[in-house]
């Protein structure tokens, strides 16, 4: 194991003192160690592609290596302006990349991650990156050589890092609740309300885990769905591209940090979609799923955000109060609508995870 204190002390020492990333579940004591003690020097940002960009920038103000970190799902966001701007051949931009490697061929991930895992070392040589696999605090002293070789050579540096490498000694904060509507009492109310044939389309983190968590518990009939294991931010753009050929009525359900991390995607919603796609926004304030770190989406006004972006209606539900009521108004109402609901973070421990994506496939297509 590797304390977390030892790894960001290394890059310090390296005079790469300013840390900007996306949140994962691999890296979250990383994140929660950058939260306490290097607030001024972190950006969290809402994709890694802005991560590396973030960056960029900074290195070009300061000459200084940034630190951008991601999961190793997120390294195919990355990609462009990786290759095409801070690559050696382009303008030779100094980075460090920390990268949580779910689905490493020495763990048994979920399928998406497994996929994504035994590919990550060829994409990291494809691109010429050197490399080093962080698995205990002897491997920091090969990353040390390699991170002085990036700032001499101008040129970008990684290390891989799997579930349960890093720790950290010092106490962590609690994960905070921005809100206080039950996440449980508001999907199970909305899942009770829906039409027959209602499709569904829901985000990455514990949003898809809850609704499977609530259909296996009250065997709900009403609805078919469709989980996004992956492609995070994309949910939105499924669900588009699903609605425009169909009648039925199809809800997307989406995460703050899963709609910020593409936010442009709701524009073209706004702009394309037919009056038979709903979209819902969770928004909890925080990825709660891979650790609890802020996505700063308490600050944005979603009814101006989603009129301006073509939405004709908006809805906000943050009460238990006429919850059914409310939701009936949403889901009833003929016009392109935008429901955000002001949630609590998730109370369920041990949430399932989608198994057999063949078979949900196939069931959601019949
Ligand atoms: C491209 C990509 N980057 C990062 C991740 C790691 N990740 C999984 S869930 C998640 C947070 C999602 O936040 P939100 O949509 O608010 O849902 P919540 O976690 O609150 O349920 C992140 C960052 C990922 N799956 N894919």
């Given at each position: ?135 205990n605090e002897n491997d920091l002293k090969k990353f040390n050589k ?95 591209g699903y609605s425009l050929q169909t009648n039925k009525n199809t ?116």
């Amino acid at each position: 194991m590797i304390d977390v204190k030892n790894l960001i002390n290394l890059l310090k020492k390296n005079n790469c003192n300013f840390f900007t990333g996306v949140p994962d579940s691999v890296l979250k004591v990383f994140s929660a160690y950058l939260q306490s003690k290097s607030k001024n020097s972190h950006i969290i940002a809402v994709n890694e592609g802005s991560a590396v960009s973030i960056g960029i920038g900074h290195y070009l103000s300061t000459k200084k290596m940034p630190c951008v970190y991601m999961q190793n799902s997120g390294l195919s966001n990355a990609l462009n302006p990786l290759i095409s701007i801070a690559n050696k051949k382009v303008y030779s931009i100094p980075l460090v990349l920390i990268i949580g490697w779910r689905g490493s061929p020495r763990i048994n991930d979920e399928p998406q991650h497994n996929v994504k895992g035994k590919i990550t070392e060829n994409i990291l040589k494809l691109l010429n990156i050197k490399y080093t696999i962080l698995r205990n605090e002897n491997d920091l002293k090969k990353f040390n050589k390699q991170i002085i070789f990036a700032k001499k050579n101008k040129s970008i540096i990684a290390c891989l890092i799997e579930q349960g490498v890093l720790s950290n000694r010092t106490k962590q904060n609690k994960i905070k609740n921005y809100y206080k509507l039950d996440k449980e009492f508001f999907l199970k109310k909305l899942l009770g309300s829906l039409k027959s044939k209602t499709k569904i389309i829901s985000s990455t983190g514990y949003n898809s885990r809850e609704l499977i968590y609530l259909n296996n518990k009250y065997k709900f009939k009403n609805s078919d769905h469709f989980y996004m294991v992956g492609g995070m931010g994309h949910t939105s753009s499924v669900a588009l591209g699903y609605s425009l050929q169909t009648n039925k009525n199809t809800l997307c359900i989406d995460g703050d940090g899963s709609m910020l991390m593409h936010l442009g995607s709701i524009k073209t919603a706004g702009t394309f979609a037919n009056n038979n796609f709903k979209y819902i926004l969770l928004n909890n304030n925080t990825h709660d799923s891979v650790g609890g770190q802020k996505t700063y989406s308490s600050e944005i006004n979603f009814e101006k955000l989603s009129k301006s972006l073509g939405f004709k209606k908006f809805f906000c539900i943050k009460k238990e109060i006429d919850l059914e009521k409310n939701i009936k108004k949403f889901l009833s109402c003929k016009h392109l609508s935008f429901l955000e609901v002001k949630i609590a973070n998730s109370r369920i421990r041990k949430l399932p995870r989608p198994d057999n994506l063949i078979e949900i496939k196939n069931k959601f297509m019949k």
